[in-house]
């Protein structure tokens, strides 16, 4: 037992820098200790993770925001007003919207925020519009479609390329035009001009969206992003995460400066910055650090080296009890939890995962969840209402489909898959002719290391399909997230479990990640599930956001619901609720279920008990 407290007082000296032991109170810093994986980017334009999303949250503003956390009560923030037909700032068709700009904003670098940067911050992510991630939200309602690629087929360009090179530079052109003017600067004023009416854009616009996060155009242009030119654009198009310009920098009107992103102590820190518009933060330093091991950071808790830290939720009841620590449970959110089939794996250079690569016992084949049966019988395999109540302590909801049932347009009485070991025996006879049940299989399932929910999720389905058939052979792998997020961007997972907070109150906001072939869990799903949505689904989604009527949108909305489960497109298997555990000294918690960010740091401040 000495040994083994030396050993994690060591660990967190050297990741920290901070003494194992209580740490003298310093009201002006806060520690926030994750556990689940460190940021993908720090690029508006490119993240699409909870834990990118909250670096961003904290360096940039939006130009709406929750007020008081309700998704009810949209404020103005860097606009000075929030559009409606009333206020005479939309048009009553919906598809003219004018948001004036607040003025003396300044950024972390001292420049005065103005309409241009507003107007920069859309049309640079358009153009920019990296594979997977979240700028489908500003071509959907601008222009109809999902892609820049798309913009450039609308214009008379191919439907397909492998380079941009490849593309006429004069087809390049019409297509900056045409999405260059779907924003107009008039004045003090950034004008939106819709394909269609779009109920949900205000709230894409707002904060909790990081991808609408309001950069400075001057800025970005002397740190190597697009340089404004209509004629250069496609230099910066589709680039590598790592490559963009926002990747390991940022620099915003929001709260908090980036002072460094230590990527080797998994570490990023920052800094109040003390010009901003509201006023500056109580906070001065944050320190926002990964970890993914609970027994380090519940030391790090008890001693008071951590202000909060990431408990997973079968983890709670080792933190009720701890003087001076506050646990804030049962908060609500919209989303869901996710195990994802790869419908086209690719098997040279990914042995770990899919073995031989065939379907001789020793592997799977690059098809093997293109087979409807083998998705049904992994379904049929997990113990839902288990993991509800073993894992989850009984909250949340076992989901109806891929849309979480308080979004309205959900079937609630909708036939789900339970748990059925016959039933999952029965699919996977019928797979492949019979091939697989004689010759099983061998298949390696990921998540993200430090992540023990889903750790055990995984843990059960293993248990399970090798109950079924001795020739059946599941791995439980852990990878860090940032390997996990490299691997999905090639969709060489077989099988991965994500979660999908939304990115607004909407249920087209599962419909189009989950089910359209330009969706995110298209991409890292795989050729296969593109082709299916292509042929199935497209068309209804894109039917569903253009109706008017309630009625008809239920109805769409239903029969997206029923093909998913049909299908078995993935498997949904809870609609978590979510918590927050700190120390009581912490001050100003306000919940808002749209934010990546687990802390509201500008509402925050330190007051020893």
Not at 56 to 78: E, K, R, S
Not at 375 to 394: I, P, W
Not at 530 to 549: H, M, V, Y
Request: hydrophobic share 40%; net charge negative; glycine share 8%.
């Amino acid at each position: 037992m000495k040994a083994k407290v030396c050993s994690l007082i060591l660990l967190l000296t050297l990741c920290l820098s901070v003494s194992a032991f209580a740490a003298p109170f310093d009201p002006e810093t806060f520690i926030y200790v994750s556990g689940a994986g460190s940021p993908q980017t720090l690029d508006p334009a490119a993240a699409y993770d909870t834990a990118s999303g909250e670096i961003i949250h904290y360096i940039y503003d939006n130009l709406f925001t929750y007020v008081g956390g309700d998704l009810d009560n949209i404020g103005p923030m860097l606009a000075t007003e929030v559009p409606t037909v009333a206020n005479g700032l939309m048009s009553e068709d919906g598809r003219t919207i004018r948001v004036p700009i607040r003025q003396g904003v300044k950024f972390h670098d001292g420049s005065v925020l103005t309409p241009e940067d507003v107007k920069y911050t859309f049309v640079r992510a358009m153009l920019a519009d990296p594979a997977g991630g979240p700028i489908w939200m500003f071509f959907e309602p601008l222009l109809g479609v999902q892609t820049m690629r798309d913009v450039i087929a609308m214009v008379g360009g191919p439907e397909d390329f492998a380079d941009i090179s490849e593309v006429d530079p004069a087809i390049l052109r019409k297509a900056y035009d045409v999405v260059d003017a779907t924003i107009e600067v008039d004045g003090n004023d950034v004008i939106f001009h819709l394909v269609d009416p779009y109920p949900p854009f205000i709230n894409i616009l707002t904060k909790g969206g990081s991808w609408a996060s309001i950069v400075s155009k001057q800025w970005m242009i002397a740190n190597g992003a697009w340089d404004g030119n209509p004629d250069t654009w496609a230099k910066w198009y589709d680039q590598a995460i790592e490559e963009m310009t926002l990747y390991e920098k940022g620099m915003g009107t929001g709260p908090f400066k980036l002072e460094t992103w230590d990527k080797s102590g998994d570490q990023i820190l920052l800094s109040r910055f003390d010009d901003y518009w509201q006023g500056p933060a109580s906070l001065k330093n944050v320190v926002i650090k990964n970890i993914p091991e609970f027994a380090t950071r519940l030391l790090m808790l008890r001693a008071g080296d951590a202000d909060a830290i990431y408990v997973a939720q079968q983890d709670l009841p080792q933190v009720r009890d701890i003087p001076g620590v506050t646990v804030v449970d049962g908060l609500p959110q919209i989303n869901n939890t996710v195990l994802f089939f790869s419908f086209t794996i690719p098997i040279q250079g990914n042995e770990d995962l899919v073995g031989s690569g065939k379907l001789d016992g020793n592997g799977i084949p690059s098809d093997f969840f293109a087979d409807v049966n083998v998705r049904k019988a992994f379904c049929y395999a997990f113990d839902y209402e288990a993991y509800r109540e073993e894992v989850a302590l009984g909250a949340g909801e076992i989901p109806k489909g891929p849309f979480p049932q308080s979004l309205p347009y959900v079937n609630t009485e909708q036939e789900y898959y339970y748990h059925d070991l016959s039933k999952a025996a029965e699919y996977f006879k019928k797979a492949f002719d019979g091939e697989l049940w004689e010759k099983g299989f061998k298949v390696g399932i990921v998540y993200n290391t430090g992540n023990t929910a889903r750790k055990t999720a995984l843990e059960i389905l293993e248990y399970n399909i090798e109950s079924i058939n001795p020739k059946f052979q599941v791995e439980v792998i852990g990878l860090e997230w940032a390997t996990v997020l490299d691997k999905l961007r090639s969709a060489s997972l077989p099988v991965f479990i994500m979660g999908w907070l939304m990115d607004f109150p909407d249920t087209h906001n599962f419909a189009v990640p989950f089910m359209h072939s330009a969706g995110t869990f298209a991409g890292y799903c795989g050729q296969g599930l593109i082709d299916l949505a292509k042929e199935q689904f497209d068309e209804l989604i894109a039917a569903g956001i253009k109706a008017t009527d309630p009625a008809e949108r239920e109805k769409i909305y239903f029969e997206l619901q029923r093909l998913y489960v049909e299908q078995a497109i993935a498997m949904p298997y809870i609609e978590p609720t979510t918590h927050r555990v700190m120390r009581d000294w912490v001050q100003g918690f306000e919940y808002c279920s749209a934010f990546s960010a687990n802390f509201d740091l500008y509402n925050i401040s330190k007051v020893q008990k």
